[in-house]
């Protein structure tokens, strides 16, 4: 992350499971990348192309983007205070790792490597 922080890492059964209904899409077969976004969030942009990069590359792995306004519920329930914040999740739809603001491409990637 660019001065944003670490990676925060969460243990496999400390968190609920997300599914089609909360994502508005399908999980991926290995992973998830759950994006976080806003309307007028600049980096928003980027981790947007940064994750569709990620996804496509990577067998599996699915990126769903959220708006974050229009999901009010969904950002409460999960304590998402800033976008972009972006959660991976395993195949089951358990949050491993999380980060905000808009994260490097090889730490996407590295990050994965928790999920799958």
């Given at each position: 992350?660019r001065?944003?922080g670490e990676?925060r890492v969460?243990?496999r059964?400390d968190g ?6 909360e994502?508005?899409g399908?999980r ?6 759950v994006?976080?976004?806003s309307?007028?969030?600049?980096p928003?942009r ?8 990620v ?6 792995v699915t990126?769903?983007e959220i708006d974050a306004e229009a999901?009010?519920d969904l950002?409460?329930e999960l304590?998402?205070?800033r976008t972009p ?16 603001g ?8 590295a990050?994965l490597?928790?999920?799958?």
């Open positions: 992350m001065g944003e990676w969460r243990g059964d609920r499971r997300l599914g089609a209904a994502l508005g399908e991926g077969e290995r992973a998830t990348l994006q976080f976004s309307a007028f969030c600049a928003c980027a981790t947007r192309r940064i994750l569709g990069e996804a496509a590359m990577v067998p599996g990126h769903v999901r009010l950002v409460r304590r998402v205070v914040t972006v959660l991976v999740l395993d195949a089951e739809g358990r949050e491993v790792r999380r980060a905000t808009q994260p490097r491409k090889a730490d996407v990637i990050a490597g928790e999920a799958v």
